[in-house]
């Protein structure tokens, strides 16, 4: 939670930055908040073994801004804020190897799942009219990803702290009534690892004054990852769900 606060605030920060007079003609904003139904899923296949972790139904909340501007030397920017902390607790079947643990036939294990993240995603309009826009660029995921398990006695874990670059893209279709499909995808697959993050939505924009509008959208994301051979664990994760929002554009 402190780790969320923290993001926000900085997110806030640019947001308050922007939106001064001197910025006010060259750049297009956008802030939004969603929350998300999320359903979270990690698997892995020990000696032949597999076991599961799930937790479904669970709100998350979203924060995200995209500034766009007209200096076409300089990317676009989107950025996003999402709360990926869960836990859950199955019984092993067979065996698993998580970090150097191995956790025997009908141990009770939990799993702390901490995967919370901030996307700083530059990109260009590549394709921009009445009808259609598309864009390209690289998302970087910036966090302290970590799932850990617990018998209650001992412990282990698999973590990554870092960034990743992701190539990106993103587009969206605008339709009569102020309606418009919206999607983007940040993703790559080589030999035995696999990731994307992907998302469409529907949006409706309820009402422009004095170029100040605001929408409000429902999709569905879902985030993916697998990796074999993970110090001898094949391991797969999912996070998907459906989800709705509000955005003020500027």
């Given at each position: 939670?402190?780790?969320m606060l923290k993001k926000s605030a900085i997110l806030a920060a640019i947001l308050f930055a922007s939106t001064t007079p001197a910025h006010a003609d060259l750049l297009n904003l956008s802030v939004g908040l969603n929350s998300w139904n ?190 074999d051979d993970v110090k001898d664990l094949d391991l797969t994760y999912k996070s998907d769900g459906f989800f709705a929002g509000i955005s003020v554009n500027y």
């Amino acid at each position: 939670m402190k780790y969320m606060l923290k993001k926000s605030a900085i997110l806030a920060a640019i947001l308050f930055a922007s939106t001064t007079p001197a910025h006010a003609d060259l750049l297009n904003l956008s802030v939004g908040l969603n929350s998300w139904n999320n359903n979270m899923k990690v698997g892995g296949t020990y000696e032949g073994y597999y076991n599961s972790f799930k937790n479904e139904h669970d709100f998350k909340p979203v924060i995200w801004a995209k500034i766009e501007h007209k200096v076409p030397i300089l990317p676009n920017f989107k950025l996003r804020y999402t709360d990926l902390e869960h836990d859950a607790k199955t019984k092993i079947t067979g065996s698993v190897k998580i970090d150097d643990k191995i956790y025997t036939d009908q141990t009770d294990i939990k799993i702390d799942s901490k995967l919370s993240h901030f996307d700083v995603t530059p990109y260009y309009n590549v394709l921009n009219n009445d009808f259609l826009s598309l864009g390209l660029g690289i998302n970087l995921k910036i966090g302290d990803f970590k799932i850990e398990a617990t018998d209650g006695i001992t412990s282990a874990k698999i973590d990554y702290k870092g960034v990743a670059p992701l190539p990106y893209a993103c587009s969206e279709i605008k339709l009569p009534f102020d309606i418009s499909i919206k999607g983007d995808v940040a993703g790559f697959a080589i030999s035995d690892y696999a990731f994307y993050d992907a998302e469409i939505a529907l949006a409706w924009e309820m009402f422009d004054v004095a170029d100040v509008g605001a929408s409000v959208e429902a999709g569905y994301r879902k985030i993916y990852a697998s990796a074999d051979d993970v110090k001898d664990l094949d391991l797969t994760y999912k996070s998907d769900g459906f989800f709705a929002g509000i955005s003020v554009n500027y």
